[in-house]
């Protein structure tokens, strides 16, 4: 399980997280909720060791032991995985390399090349296009793809609907669902508010770097004033 | 312009890709504009003179030459820039301090005298090229050329690193987010880069000889191929490497005095139209 505990992180000197604090159970689906601007991408980037940003204070846990500090290869190949904000697909590699890159093809455990072109048929049929080539729920696709094919306990998700038509969010509000039910746990930083519901069994609303909010989805539905109070979403 | 000359831009050419590939490597990888890349070349040129030299062997000549400015490559990495990573004007200065390091160093053990590398007698003598005789060693120049590019063509396409390494040019950052010490990535590229101006060292040195400042001469003729073919892109060193030999052959023949602007003139057009090269990518 992952424990973040009163996280400080900093750009510079400009002071992002503020103590933030949350816990993601082994295969529960827990959904980031926040305005722009609040720390979510802050919040993932730190838990995934990425800098900028710094983190100066408090620590996240990982199974029960401390990750924070370690580089971020080390934190992924403790099977914590993650899809960027914006995808961040390398463009210059095809769909096949992106998968081959980071297991080879001789694997036959866990995700295989073959198992996520049999769930993303679609990666499948574009396995030789490049990732500039590819659609926009392509990419989408392809950045889970990449994240699973390193059999992960974990991925932390970054907007992974950003950009969608509707459809293929709903697709992807799938996808994440179908992988919440396999014993992935997944903490999901959405805008989309209601595909992030439907998926999660928690949530956490950030405000100005602090989680501000925890509870179950389902309290959360039942009662959409904490929604509109830091969300500005009228429930 | 005859076919002697046209002949000459080729070689020249592929001369220039070997080293230039090197550099550009380095530079789409690692973000380094390694101005040390020149010096690294006149380096394996004297290497590559000694030990064949001292072996009469050509082949043991380049082999040297290749693993002993690998090794340079690795100190220079691993126990220089490596410190100074992301902060661009100090792994500039830092290149260049090492360049003139590497100079001052060669002056004091090989002198200021002009070398040339001893090539094997089967390369020496011409072979007819139509209506011309061509010196068989700059044939076989151009052959080196051509294997290393469809070696490293290899590599990146068909090899696990070369597609590391392809990915690390697109997004370094994500590539150690999925698990891969991007550390050694940089390690290994810079080894191969440093290596491959080794052999362009050796090769060069028994085409245009050594002598001090040979690795400025080189490494401007470099930095002109990565500029016009795009940082990091093969294809664009190689279709570079011909531009600017074609052109230094021509500019040599044609307007002798003006041979440098007969490159750089076209150079600062083309960047004026496509600011990252023929086959940059903005990051």
Not at chain 1, 40 to 50: A, E
Not at chain 1, 224 to 235: A, D, T, Y
Request: net charge neutral; charged share 15%; proline share 3%.
């Amino acid at each position: 399980m992952l424990e973040v505990k009163d996280l400080h992180s900093y750009y510079g000197d400009a002071h992002v997280l503020h103590g933030a604090t949350l816990e993601v159970n082994k295969g529960e689906i827990v959904a980031l909720l926040g305005r722009n601007g609040m720390g979510k991408t802050t919040l993932i980037r730190s838990i995934m060791g990425l800098t900028p940003p710094t983190v100066r204070a408090g620590e996240v846990k990982w199974n029960g032991e401390t990750i924070s500090g370690l580089k971020p290869h080390e934190i992924a190949s403790r099977r914590i995985a993650i899809v960027p904000q914006g995808r961040r697909l390398f463009s210059s590699l095809t769909v096949t390399e992106h998968l081959t890159m980071l297991k080879s093809p001789r694997v036959k455990e866990g995700w295989t090349i073959e198992r996520i072109f049999d769930a993303f048929k679609r990666l499948g049929e574009r396995r030789n296009h490049r990732g500039s080539q590819l659609s926009g729920g392509e990419r989408g696709m392809l950045a889970v793809a990449r994240a699973l094919i390193q059999d992960p306990d974990l991925i932390l998700m970054d907007e992974p609907s950003e950009g969608l038509a509707p459809v293929m969010v709903q697709r992807l509000e799938e996808v994440i669902i179908d992988l919440g039910k396999t014993g992935l746990g997944i903490l999901l930083v959405e805008q989309n508010l209601y595909s992030a519901l439907d998926a999660a069994s928690r949530v956490y609303i950030m405000e100005t770097g602090k989680v501000v909010h925890s509870g179950t989805t389902a309290a959360l539905k039942a009662d959409m004033s904490v929604v509109e109070k830091f969300l500005g979403v009228h429930g | 312009m005859n076919l002697f000359q046209l002949l000459n831009g080729v070689t020249f050419a592929a001369l220039l890709f070997i080293v230039a590939s090197g550099f550009t490597l380095i530079f789409g990888l690692l973000r380094i504009v390694n101005l040390a890349h020149g010096a690294l070349y006149l380096l394996g040129g004297y290497f590559g003179y000694s030990i064949a030299s001292w072996s009469g062997s050509f082949a043991l000549g380049i082999v040297g030459a290749m693993a002993g400015i690998a090794l340079f490559g690795i100190l220079l990495e691993g126990g220089l820039l490596r410190f100074v990573r992301g902060h661009e004007l100090r792994q500039v200065l830092l290149t260049v301090g090492v360049a003139f390091v590497i100079n001052d160093m060669a002056l004091v053990i090989w002198g200021g005298d002009s070398f040339t590398v001893p090539v094997p007698d089967t390369l020496m003598g011409a072979v007819q090229i139509g209506p011309v005789f061509y010196p068989k060693y700059r044939v076989f120049v151009f052959g080196a050329g051509v294997a290393v590019f469809l070696l490293l063509w290899l590599l990146m396409n068909k090899t696990r690193l070369g597609v590391m390494i392809r990915a690390g040019v697109d997004d370094a950052e994500m590539v150690e987010a999925c698990g891969i010490n991007i550390r050694r990535i940089y390690l290994w590229t810079f080894l191969l880069g440093a290596a491959l101006a080794g052999l362009g060292g050796v090769i060069g040195g028994a085409y245009l000889s050594l002598y001090p400042t040979a690795d400025a001469e080189i490494l401007v003729f470099s930095l002109a191929v990565v500029i016009i073919g795009g940082r990091g892109s093969l294809p664009g060193a190689a279709i570079g490497a011909l531009m600017v030999g074609l052109l230094n052959s021509v500019g040599q023949v044609m307007f002798p005095e003006l041979a440098y602007f007969v490159i750089f003139g076209p150079m600062a057009a083309l960047l004026a139209f496509r600011p990252l090269g023929l086959f940059g990518k903005s990051v």
